[in-house]
């Protein structure tokens, strides 16, 4: 989308970057010139990452870490420095997701997803923070949030909670470090389905993905490669101006309403019906 230099020199950590969306966003930010660092848990998805990157022409290198974890992080942060450079753009992608009803819901669902989005985006940002400062950097931060963070997600009460508690920090960090150089902002993207998406948040899309596209007013579904764009142009100098900012990337699919509304289901039908077993 910009120019092949229009990164260049930059190192880019991205949370959760060897699958989905993330991995899309670490191809578009080397296809401009970054150096990317693959940090998440599980080794083969951060191999898929690497290779992805590769396989443009890119360089990569991965780091095992759970983002709960301020100490993994901070040695995350530090192993990519000291391989590819002092790391100036963060991609705060990594998080958890999956349907249940909040009466159902266990003090564990509760706290492992906020703990991965807000405590992890937390302190992976504060670690961008420094190492840009030290360096004398200046500094693009982009957290993947949803359009849940402004709808509320019924179903999905923890990830809409911990998305939204996001929004508000990007806008938090956009003024405290704004000082420093270190641009803040958000991408809410909408649906962006992809094969490694859990199994359980595909069945909720009973009908396939046709039917999924007629329902958007844009008539189609997201590409992933859509939101590297974005992510992209956010920590590129060409957004320079812009921080604080939550941009949606959905085809206007969170703002559609219809004159005549569908009969409300309530959610525990919803969901009991998307995720019955097939016989
Ligand atoms: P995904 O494929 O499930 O990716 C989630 C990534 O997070 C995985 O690579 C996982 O890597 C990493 N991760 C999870 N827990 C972690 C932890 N504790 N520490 C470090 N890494 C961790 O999801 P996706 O669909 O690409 O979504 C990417 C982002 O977009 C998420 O923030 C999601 O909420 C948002 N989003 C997606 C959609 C969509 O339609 N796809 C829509 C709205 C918003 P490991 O397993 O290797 O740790």
Redesign the pocket.
Known sequence: MLAADALAGRVAIV?????????AIAVELARAGASIGI????PE??RRGVEAVQEIGGRAMDVG????EADQVEHAFASVAEVLGAPSILIN?????FPVLASAMSPNAWRAVN???VD?TFFCSQQLHRHAVDTGLDGSIVN????QSFTGGPGMAH?AAA?AAVVNLTKSLAVEWAPDGIRVNAI???????E???EDLKALRTEGADVDARRSPAGRL?QRRE?GWAATWLSSPFASFITGHTLVVDGANWLRRDFVMPEFTPIAEQLSAALRPTP
């Open positions: 949370t959760g970057g060897g699958t989905g969306l993330g991995r940090v998440s848990r599980d998805h951060r870490c759970d983002v709960r992608n990594a998080a958890a997701n703990r991965i989005v992890g993947i949030v949803a359009t990830a998305k809410a993207p909408g649906l962006f389905p992809h490694e998406m859990r997201g939101i």
